[in-house]
């Protein structure tokens, strides 16, 4: 999580025009408010070796932990990584590739 934090808080310093998003992580919930393109919530739950992913943009989805392929996230209905969705969905967001961490 705090990889994905760091690089989310990079996005949001470098962005011109993002005066009013925020990045905040606090108990284990991890918000990216991106102002009129709507807020992402992130959330562990270590019990279930899963995170938990509301999205703007997809909906909610609950991510499974692989040791297979390095250790990535994964959702179980259509194999995406949330790494994969985070790229992409903030790509169509800012008009640009990011590269983000996770």
């Known amino acids: 999580m705090y990889r994905l934090l760091e690089s989310l808080e990079k996005i949001v310093d470098s962005e011109e025009g993002a005066n009013d998003w925020e990045v905040d992580y606090s108990s284990g919930v991890l918000t990216l408010k991106m102002g009129k393109h709507g807020t992402y919530v992130i959330n562990k739950q270590p019990p279930n070796m899963q995170i938990w992913l509301s999205s703007p943009t997809s909906g909610p989805k609950r991510y499974d932990y692989s040791t297979q392929d390095s250790g990535v996230w ?9 790494h994969d969705l985070l790229q992409e969905e903030l790509k169509c967001i800012l008009q640009h590739n990011v590269e983000i961490g996770i």
């Open 74 to 82: 994964f959702y179980a209905r259509d194999g995406q990584t949330m």
